[in-house]
């Protein structure tokens, strides 16, 4: 299986700051890579798909960049509502699809 | 407008076989290249992906879970049924089911609330 891993594991910020979460895949998955956010107690959403194109509907202080291994989701002004758990997920070998262990974003 | 619904015994005991049904709307399993997911999530861990099942009835599984998992579906329904046998409490999660992207990009851009299993004897 393709492992998945956040960096950091966690971070903390102000509102308004640029915030940049790194994955880094144990293969190269060219740019099949997908970032999700996830609220507590609630169910992810997507954000970005293929590594850079922003989901419709997601605000576009979120952006997406990398291929091969190392991949980056930046939110360039940081707001209340972004707090919770990102998720990247490889989709170059999708049995099984494997997600990294998360980057929570906590709001100082 | 797409949604998708979990629905599901809240507590089963071990070694039993535990049921899942993911009723949807706002698409069909009829048309080219849609596919329905199931991903859990163990409480305060991460995201893990166990089946997925296509328009075409072509299925997969994760192989850690394969001889222990069956998915299904139902078009005349709009329901997806992910089937668990001889249950453990590891298996205590948040089960989602989730629509896959149909474009060519392999993403899961819808998703159910969820409902949470707890495996408890």
């Known amino acids: ?108 | 407008q797409i949604t998708l619904k979990e629905s599901g015994p809240m507590v089963v005991k071990p070694t039993q076989t535990l049921t899942l049904t993911c009723t949807f709307s706002g698409f069909s399993l009829t048309t080219s290249a849609v596919g329905v997911a199931w991903i859990r999530q163990p409480p305060g861990k991460a995201l893990e992906w166990l089946a997925l099942i296509y328009w075409d009835d072509d299925k997969r599984y994760t192989p850690s879970l394969r001889d222990r998992l069956t998915i299904t579906k139902d078009t005349s329904k709009n329901q997806v049924v992910l089937v668990m046998t001889n249950v453990d409490p590891v298996d205590t999660a948040t089960y989602f089911c989730a629509h896959r992207r149909v474009d060519g990009n392999d993403a899961f851009d819808m998703w159910g609330q969820g409902t949470l299993v707890t495996v408890s004897s």
């Not at chain 1, 190269?28 to 590594?51: C, D, E, F, R, V």
Request: with cysteine; proline share 5%.
């Open chain 1, 1 to 108: 299986d393709i492992q998945m891993t956040h960096s950091p594991s966690s971070l903390s910020a102000f509102v308004g700051d640029r915030v940049t979460i790194t994955c880094r895949a144990s293969q190269n998955i060219l740019t099949y890579l997908n970032w999700y956010h996830q609220k507590s107690g609630k169910a992810p959403q997507l954000l970005i798909y293929t590594a850079s194109n922003l989901q419709s509907g997601v605000p576009s202080r979120f952006s997406g960049s990398g291929s091969g291994t190392d991949f980056t989701l930046t939110i360039s002004s940081l707001q209340p509502e972004d707090s919770g758990t990102y998720y990247c997920q490889q989709a170059y070998s999708t049995h099984p699809y494997t997600f990294g262990l998360g980057t929570k974003v906590e709001i100082k």
